[in-house]
């Protein structure tokens, strides 16, 4: 189900080339901040290498969700972001199981990585202002510990907040009933939305029995 079929155009923000210049631009901000402008070569460098490591990154993982929730990859980052408002709920019942799937999905993912990701992000954040203190630049622990306990803090409350909305979009989902819905062009019809998924024509539901498509895990 591809967002022109859904009357939506895909935002300039959630292309591939947008998400590749935003790290470039807050990778070469952050290095010319600590290291100055002396090794802006290096720095531009280092920054084209992980701006392109982290876009291929981030749109094989929308590829991914995309294949486990039955839709399409560009619809994604719009289906996050009313996830992440707790916003508009999509017409269109198959996208709302969709959102079901990929709230699962994320939700699954959160309980599997919660144990190791937020000590490894507080071993790397505080850890490298160590070896700056070690080294004699003091200024730069000083503003590497700054960053990191701020970005760390705003990480555990975009989290909880996000955790919170995930369940709270699901709720609203699951309580939408839409018999005699009709989905797609397929002519399918008697589609109802609860908290395994969606149902089909005989009661089969799509995804599996948790709201998962095939593949998701």
Do not use: C
Request: net charge positive.
């Amino acid at each position: 189900m591809g967002s022109q079929e859904h009357g939506q155009v895909q935002r300039w923000q959630d292309r591939w080339w947008a998400v590749g210049l935003l790290v470039l631009v807050v990778w070469v901000g952050i290095r010319l901040a600590f290291d100055g402008w002396s090794g802006w070569p290096g720095i531009l460098v280092g920054g084209l290498v992980y701006a392109g490591f982290m876009t291929w990154f981030v749109m094989r993982r929308r590829r991914r969700d995309a294949r486990a929730v039955g839709t399409d990859a560009a619809r994604v980052p719009e289906l996050e972001r009313r996830i992440a408002k707790n916003g508009e709920l999509p017409e269109d019942p198959a996208e709302q199981a969709a959102m079901i799937r990929l709230i699962r999905r994320r939700e699954e993912k959160l309980r599997r990585n919660r144990w190791w990701a937020f000590p490894l992000l507080a071993l790397i954040f505080f850890g490298i202002p160590v070896f700056w203190f070690a080294a004699g630049n003091v200024g730069a622990g000083l503003w590497g510990l700054a960053f990191g306990a701020a970005f760390l803090g705003w990480m555990v409350w975009f989290n909880r907040r996000f955790v919170r909305r995930m369940a709270a979009m699901r709720q609203r989902i699951e309580g939408v009933g839409t018999e005699g819905a009709r989905i797609g062009d397929g002519g399918v019809e008697g589609a109802r939305i609860d908290g395994g998924g969606v149902e089909r024509g005989g009661g089969r539901p799509v995804g599996g029995a948790e709201g998962f498509a095939h593949g998701a895990r």
